[in-house]
T-cell receptor, first 111, second 114 residues
Framework: KNEVEQSPQNLTAQEGEFITINCSYSVGISALHWLQQHPGGGIVSLFM???GKKKHGRLIATINIQEKHSSLHITASHPRDSAVYICAVRGYGGATNKLIFGTGTLLAVQP | DTAVSQTPKYLVTQMGNDKSIKCEQN?????MYWYKQDSKKFLKIMFSYNNKELIINETVPNRFSPKSPDKAHLNLHINSLELGDSAVYFCASSQEAGSNQPQHFGDGTRLSIL
């Protein structure tokens, strides 16, 4: 079993819908990252969280350290949000910044 | 200006060949990484260098040899390529090892072994 699990694996939504992607992890962490990868494209860092909540435009990320769970929300979804969303955690590793990745959630937003 | 640039973007080659992928970052970061993304889009760390020194070396075949001539460059050389090496390889950088700074990724190198 992967140390970082995401759900759902695949998600299809209609334009305008509110979207939630979940991430659960089984290790102690110092930070959690949400990344976005467009088809055939590179990877972009969306958020880095160690507690609470962050918002950027239509994207909101929350984390509950006690429950080892994070969610990524997209409000008023748009076809350009279609991408793979990847959760990654960084454990307590001293002088390393090693990320452990989830399996990703493939989001398709239909017009 | 591209922050983390990898070359080539696509690499198609025969089994058994030796190939290199180059990575450069102009962000002034101290730490660089190589990741492998398999056909199921799963990312996994391969190597990390901090100021030209190797700090992470996951269970990777020794056919893979990273080289960091300076802290702005981290190249990946692969000997005797095998079919299973087909994947997308991503380079990334961050401010410093051990810090909770975001990582900046390159666009990836799509390696296909025939």
């Amino acid at each position: 079993k992967n140390e970082v699990e995401q759900s759902p694996q695949n998600l299809t939504a209609q334009e305008g819908e509110f979207i939630t992607i979940n991430c659960s992890y089984s290790v102690g962490i110092s930070a959690l990252h949400w990344l976005q990868q467009h088809p055939g494209g590179g990877i972009v860092s969306l958020f880095m969280l160690s507690s609470g909540k962050k918002k950027h435009g239509r994207l909101i990320a929350t984390i509950n350290i006690q429950e080892k769970h994070s969610s990524l929300h997209i409000t008023a979804s748009h076809p350009r949000d279609s991408a793979v969303y990847i959760c990654a955690v960084r454990g307590y590793g001293g002088a390393t910044n090693k990320l452990i990745f989830g399996t990703g959630t493939l989001l398709a937003v239909q017009p | 200006d591209t922050a983390v640039s990898q070359t080539p973007k696509y690499l198609v080659t025969q089994m058994g060949n030796d190939k290199s992928i180059k990575c450069e970052q102009n962000l002034g970061h101290d730490t660089m990484y190589w990741y492998k993304q398999d056909s199921k889009k799963f990312l996994k760390i391969m190597f990390s260098y901090n100021n030209k020194e190797l700090i992470i070396n996951e269970t990777v075949p020794n056919r893979f040899s990273p080289k960091s001539p300076d802290k702005a460059h981290l190249n990946l050389h692969i000997n005797s390529l095998e079919l299973g090496d087909s994947a997308v390889y991503f380079c990334a950088s961050s401010q410093e090892a051990g810090s909770n700074q975001p990582q900046h990724f390159g666009d990836g190198t799509r390696l296909s072994i025939l």
